[in-house]
């Protein structure tokens, strides 16, 4: 975003559009300023013309995810990280994501399934087993909680 230089970045993101109508990152560059400005429905407006010109575009689809959780809409975000999953099934932000969807949906299994597939690939990053203990405490797995949290707690201690 150009350093939070909304106003710059719009400026670019409109020269783009201009020159070239059918480039999908440029529609996705716009809307990340209108996303930026909390114009969700313009923004996400503008990554589905972006995914509409370029269906796989990655950018896109995450972006629109994002929007949809910025609009409380976790289902629809899920759709977006569940098709993003798919092209990039070991792509931390991606398990962080869907994760994050199932728990907003109180999905609390299929969060922890992608949590701890998370931890497996990041098996020292302290928030994603705090985030795991969490969500056993909130299950009421005490045994499961503790676990994490002391595994939370070892980590930022090494």
Avoid: W
């Avoid at 480039?23 to 996303?35: M, Q, S, T």
């Amino acid at each position: 975003m150009l350093e939070a230089h909304t106003d710059v970045a719009d400026k670019y993101a409109e020269l783009a559009l201009k020159s070239d109508r059918y480039n999908a990152r440029a529609f996705v560059n716009k809307g990340c300023v209108l996303a930026e400005k909390g114009d969700y429905e313009g923004a996400k407006s503008l990554f589905l013309e972006a995914l509409a010109i370029e269906p796989y575009c990655v950018e896109a689809n995450f972006n629109v995810g994002l929007v949809n959780l910025r609009m409380d809409d976790p289902e629809s975000a899920l759709i977006s990280f569940k098709k993003l999953n798919k092209m990039l099934p070991e792509n931390t932000e991606m398990l962080f994501q869907l994760a994050q969807c199932y728990d907003i949906m109180g999905d609390f299994h299929h969060a922890v399934e992608h949590l701890k597939m998370l931890n497996s690939l990041l098996p020292n990053d302290p928030g994603v087993l705090a985030r795991l203990g969490a969500i056993h405490a909130r299950v009421d797995d005490e045994a499961g909680a503790l676990h994490f949290y002391q595994a939370c707690s070892y980590v930022a201690l090494v």
